[in-house]
């Protein structure tokens, strides 16, 4: 069976146009291949990504931090100065 193409035109201004015709260059690709690799690339979360998903919608293994400096120490694992 043969496979009909359509076609699909998508109204852009000068500088959207610009921006994809750009970023599809810089990835190596064409205009069409760039939009068609957005729409459907589909990436498969891993593990780790599944299960803080998990924890996220059961509220469980949540962290709390009073300010940013507190929440960004924690995830790089920084020890505070005791005080």
Do not use: C
Request: charged share 30%; hydrophobic share 35%.
């Amino acid at each position: 069976m043969a496979t009909l193409a359509r076609r699909l035109s998508i109204p852009l201004n000068d500088d959207q146009h610009q921006l994809v015709k750009l970023t599809a260059l810089l990835n190596g690709q064409s205009i069409k291949d760039y939009v068609l690799s957005k729409l459907f690339d589909e990436k498969t979360p891993n593990a780790s990504t599944i299960k803080a998903m998990r924890d996220l919608e059961t509220n469980s293994n949540l962290h709390h931090s009073k300010t940013v400096d507190e929440m960004f120490n924690k995830i790089l694992k920084i020890k505070t100065p005791e005080k």
